[in-house]
């Protein structure tokens, strides 16, 4: 009775150390695609490419510096409610922009502190440069989007397909993010990563540290007959 309980320590020591060296391991990983994420921005940030229309194959455009070719959809409005800039609640402001291929696609304008009216219709720049990412809507509650109100709509997420809905056209799995020095741009205050790289590399230091002292304890327990 003694060796089997013995034997299933063992076994729970050795599935702890490993589950915390994978712990590690998956914020290093994590750390390094948000290292080549910020060097591909900063790669691109000065070479446009000129677009009218999105390939199907679009996953090559992530984070690319484009210029776009085509027009504004100026009345339709979406809101991103609560985004925080300097301690100041706000929103995020996404116009639509058609591609002279047709296609359709958000342009994240940047922040502003009070609820703008119908009077972002005042856009001039119809060939608007910024970097494309694809949004991730991420865990929600609830519905995101007030559909039962005119424009502008609130939405508390980017929700690309409640979007769509409410337009009544598809959208472009794409946003693209305006340049701070653009005319039409407000407060840029969006970064392509949340979660710095050298943050993920404190976390799997922390969890690489703590297999270490697990593994230091296991050595004493089995040096007292323990396990």
């Known amino acids: ?30 750390g390094w695609n948000k290292a080549t994420i910020l060097h591909q921005v900063a790669a691109e940030s000065q070479d446009y490419q000129l677009l009218a229309q999105i390939p199907t194959d679009f996953n ?26 300097r301690q100041q609640p706000g ?14 696609l958000l342009v994240n304008r940047g922040w502003v502190s009070k609820r703008p009216s119908l009077a972002l219709r005042s856009i001039i720049n119809n060939t608007p440069t910024g970097i494309l990412y694809r949004p991730i809507k991420g865990y929600s509650i609830g519905e995101s989007l007030e559909t039962n109100t005119g424009w502008p709509k609130v939405s508390l997420y980017m929700d690309l397909p409640a979007f769509s809905q409410a337009l009544g056209k598809p959208l472009l799995p794409l946003v693209l993010v305006l340049e701070a020095n653009q005319p039409d741009s407000f407060t840029r205050i969006w970064q392509p990563v949340v979660v710095t790289p050298a943050r993920h590399y404190a976390y799997a230091l922390q969890w690489f540290g703590l297999a270490i002292v697990l593994l230091v304890f296991g050595f004493i327990w089995r040096k007292q007959g323990r396990f």
């Open 1 to 30: 009775m003694v060796r089997v309980k013995k034997t299933a320590v063992r076994l729970l020591f050795i599935l702890a150390v490993l589950l915390l060296l994978s712990l590690s391991v998956w914020q290093l990983k994590r």
């Open 91 to 104: 929103y995020e402001v996404l116009n639509v922009f058609k591609l002279m291929s047709g296609q359709l």
């Open 60 to 85: 090559r455009l992530e984070y690319r510096s484009v210029q776009l070719q085509g027009t504004w959809l100026k009345d339709e409005v979406f809101l991103l409610d609560n985004r925080i800039y």
